[in-house]
């Protein structure tokens, strides 16, 4: 089925969706005053809104891609992880959604309404960054710990990978995991693409039988 084929790209799509959102709008300032924020609101509302809709089409890729995630874990025998992994990718997915609702939201009511109450502003923006810096990163924690995890408990496979994604799992938990963040765009499309060649290997020595 063509959806089967394509999901682990859904890990590449993501990535692509973030960063492209950045590039429309790359305002990423934590708790800016709010002056700061109505001047960034007014000079391009709707660019605000498509940087964050590019954000929520990103948070629906992303728990795409851990349902192949469980589906790749589970075929290594692995019970608990599969869950903790896909519940990783449903808990950082929902919380950038929720940042990028509260975007659009400060965004809608100054194209609406050509005003907001700049208490109203700062705290969207706040929630926004918050969501998406602060509580995101313990998402990513527990997709790509629990993805390292059972890597280390396979056999066959590059230990030094497990041992990276663990790395990279602990660093998101400490104060600094908004940081880390630039290691979860590299870890989750090769994640994703590693598994789309493992599927198609996989097709075609079916076909080769």
């Given at each position: ?81 599969p869950i903790l992994a896909f ?37 969207l923006f706040d929630i926004a ?81």
């Amino acid at each position: 089925m063509w959806e089967s084929k394509v999901a682990p790209l859904s890990g590449l799509l993501f990535a692509l969706l973030l960063i492209a959102s950045y590039l429309i709008d790359p305002n990423t300032d934590f708790m800016p005053p709010a002056e700061d924020v109505i001047a960034h609101l007014e000079d391009g509302p709707l660019t605000v809104m498509a940087a964050a809709y590019l954000r929520l089409l990103a948070a629906a890729a992303l728990v795409w891609f851990g349902g192949s995630i469980y589906e790749t874990l589970r075929r290594f025998g692995e019970r608990r992880l599969p869950i903790l992994a896909f519940g990783g990718s449903l808990l950082a997915g929902s919380l950038i959604a929720m940042g990028s609702v509260a975007t659009v939201a400060a965004a809608e009511r100054v194209l609406v309404n050509e005003a907001i109450d700049p208490g109203a502003a700062a705290a969207l923006f706040d929630i926004a960054g918050i969501a998406t810096g602060n509580g995101a990163p313990i998402g990513f924690a527990v997709l790509i710990g629990a993805a390292g995890v059972a890597v280390l408990k396979a056999p066959g496979f590059r230990r030094w990978v497990g041992w990276a994604s663990v790395a990279i799992a602990l660093g998101l938990i400490s104060p600094y995991g908004w940081i880390v963040l630039a290691a979860v765009l590299i870890w989750v499309p090769a994640a994703g693409l590693w598994i789309y060649r493992a599927k198609s290997s996989e097709r075609e020595l079916v076909g080769a039988r």
